[in-house]
């Protein structure tokens, strides 16, 4: 019994974290990496595509990252979950998820991954065997991937008994972050992508006071919005209030029924009867002839 | 030799078939009418989703706030305000009550950000003040709120006159909540 009880109100904290994590922004998946706060370098991030690939290609496993600035509300491990499900991964895939204006990330995987690398080890990705927290803390986001990527293939040449090498630029910018000591707060001089470098170098306001940094993900939804409105008024375009009721269509076949039913009342078999004793057999005639004119004026 | 129908009954029958005609077209027409209207409101990307929107916002706002700001009571009213715009249990009335004081609250924090010394040093939460009051204003520009609200007038005014409305009130069709 109490396990019933206990059931249902999963059941139910489920359903209703369901419907209180429905509204947060999704990037679109635009495969291994999905950076919409534009806060990679651009050597990085191809450097992260081509090892995601290398990764698939040894491994069967799908790797993907996604870089939003903001989480809407939930926790990093909520969004990425939430993430994964709405991008559709597979059971081998992993998502590793940073919330640049957050400085909060988490991983996500489906149940082979899982199996194979562990949630221990992968949560030790970010926190101990990589420099990965203390970077994205410091907002060194290229160096923070490097390093995180660095120890991730350490792992899978482990898991999977494999010798897949780091693309050069990731070795590179995970060497960099090593050797630069960085204050607290400042910082590095990683490259980065353009909308974190208009970030941190500040950019000049318009006169309305709206600023021109505004991620993808978000002008996205602004346009999806206007599109719903746009679909409504256009819905109302073809078709005005008051076009309810039964239509022409409707009316037509209601006149058919009621036809048919009155064709069984007892006035109008009688009539029937009557015609047939007057006029027996007389009908077929008159059909065959109407055919025939029908197929001789045609021929004409 | 067929049964033959009383001509009373074939009055009834027709009679019963052309009210189910009248009552499945007229619920089925304001049926559809009323999905259009609610697709505005709580269909993907509809009212209740702006509404959402603008309360993560709220949220982004005070993540940014909260590393200037420790345990500021108008941080938490923020918070309050952005959770009931997130939560989708709420009623339309009380996200319109929220939505409404949302503004000033951004207001509110974002001016005692403005006097947080580390705030004034931190280029990248200036930028991210900008940006997240920048798609504020975006949202709202949408005017999502007076499109639902002129639809949802509009379906209620054809639900309360004449005859089919009469008909579709009767057989349960009810009418659009305004956003107000």
């Known amino acids: 019994m109490k396990k019933w009880i206990c059931g249902v109100l999963s059941l139910m904290i489920v359903l209703i974290s369901a419907f209180a994590l429905a509204d947060a922004r999704m990037p679109i998946n635009r495969g291994a990496l999905t950076d919409d706060a534009d806060v990679l370098s651009s050597e990085l991030s191809s450097a992260i595509v081509g090892y995601a690939e290398d990764v698939k290609n040894e491994t069967d496993m799908d790797v993907y990252v996604a870089v939003v600035h903001f989480l809407d509300g939930l926790d990093a491990q909520s969004y990425a979950n939430q993430l994964f499900k709405e991008w559709e991964l597979n059971d081998n895939a992993v998502l590793l998820l940073c919330a640049a204006g957050e400085d909060s990330f988490a991983t996500a995987m489906g149940k082979k991954a899982e199996n194979k690398l562990s949630k221990q080890n992968m949560d030790n990705l970010m926190y101990t065997s990589s420099d990965f927290a203390a970077s994205i803390g410091r907002q060194e986001y290229d160096g923070a991937f490097a390093k995180y990527f660095v120890a991730f293939n350490d792992l899978i040449n482990k898991r999977f008994d494999a010798s897949l090498k780091l693309p050069k630029a990731i070795s590179k910018a995970a060497d960099a972050g090593t050797a630069e000591e960085v204050q607290p707060g400042v910082t590095s001089s990683f490259s980065a992508g353009s909308l974190w470098s208009q970030i941190i170098s500040g950019v000049p306001e318009f006169e309305n006071g709206s600023s021109v940094l505004i991620p993808g993900m978000w002008s996205q939804t602004v346009q999806d919005v206007e599109d719903n409105s746009s679909y409504y008024t256009d819905y109302y375009q073809d078709h005005s209030y008051g076009e309810n009721g039964i239509g022409v269509g409707g009316w037509i076949i209601l006149i058919i029924l009621v036809m048919i039913i009155f064709s069984q009342s007892h006035p109008v078999r009688r009539a029937n009867n009557r015609y047939k004793k007057n006029h027996g057999g007389r009908g077929w005639l008159y059909g065959l002839l109407g055919v025939a004119l029908i197929r001789m004026f045609r021929r004409r | ?180």
């Open chain 2, 1 to 180: 030799m067929k049964k033959s129908l009383p001509i009373s009954v074939c009055i009834l029958i027709s009679l019963a078939l052309v009210l189910f005609g009248l009552a499945f077209g007229t619920v089925k027409g304001f049926g559809d009418d009323k999905q259009q209207v609610t697709q505005l409101l709580s269909g993907e990307n509809g009212l209740m989703d702006v509404l959402a929107y603008r309360g993560a916002d709220g949220h982004n706002l005070c993540v940014v706030a909260s590393r200037h700001l420790t345990d500021d009571p108008d941080v938490a009213a923020l918070s309050q305000t952005a959770a009931i715009l997130t939560d989708g249990t709420q009623s339309l009335a009380s996200k319109k009550a929220a939505n409404d004081q949302l503004d000033a609250a951004v207001q509110t924090v974002r001016t005692k950000l403005l006097e947080s010394p580390s705030f004034q040093d931190s280029l990248r939460d200036q930028q991210y003040l900008a940006m997240l009051e920048g798609d504020l204003k975006n949202l709202t520009a949408t005017d999502k709120v007076s499109l639902y609200n002129q639809a949802a007038e509009g379906f209620n005014e054809q639900l309360f006159k004449g005859v089919p409305g009469w008909i579709a009130t009767l057989l349960g069709v009810k009418p659009c909540e305004l956003y107000q």
